[in-house]
């Protein structure tokens, strides 16, 4: 019998696509510029649109908070430059942001395409020559460049950037502690977190001395103290 292959495309684990693009802060290479660093990378489908416009403004109000965290933001929308630049004056005027992370420019959808952006299933979803435009995706990508997370929203229902932060923090709280932890449901910083599957139990008594087991495979502990 046969194992079915999976289909080819992005997925977590996979080594997230280079580019070269123009953006609203001039050209990107894009691996060169997150080197070192952890990075989201956000799509939109098009400027001045108003869903999107709360969300960029959103993301540069927080964006203070990434940077604390080593991650640097960009975000992509099918428009040129002069049209990102244009719309950044609007998102800070009615978000109340100062929005200075780039926006890439995508008009031919060369970078939507290699993160498979595009929308297919809303044949609505076109710009006014019958493209269809992206679709409004996150990517958290780590420091070794691999994409840690994947998100895709429908176009009516906005982003909730809390909930990007939430996972850039759990995913460094893992890997700051070895991979030896993980997050629960609805995790933020300074709540329990639950100890690995892989880690015996002898291990876990060293590694956080103050471990429950609820279950032999549900064991909670506070975070150790630095």
Known sequence: MSIPQPKTGLRLGSKAPDF???TSNGPIHFHKYIEGSWAIIFSHPDDF???CTTELGAFAKLEPEFTKRGVKLIGL??????SHKSW???IDEVTGSHLTFPIVADPKREVALKYDMIDYQDATNVD???VQLTIRSVFIIDPSKTIRLILTYPASVGRNTAEVLRVVDSLQT???LGNKITTPINWV???DVIIAP???????KKLFPKFRALKPYLRLTPLPEN
């Not at 892989?198 to 876990?204: E, R, W």
């Open 189 to 191: 910083p300074g709540d």
């Open 198 to 204: 892989t880690v015996k139990d002898d291990d876990a």
């Open 88 to 90: 950044i004056k609007d």
């Open 49 to 51: 649109t108003p869903v």
């Open 174 to 176: 893992s890997a700051k």
């Open 20 to 22: 070269e693009a123009d």
């Open 77 to 82: 929308s099918a428009n040129d430059t002069s």
């Open 128 to 130: 006014d020559k019958g």
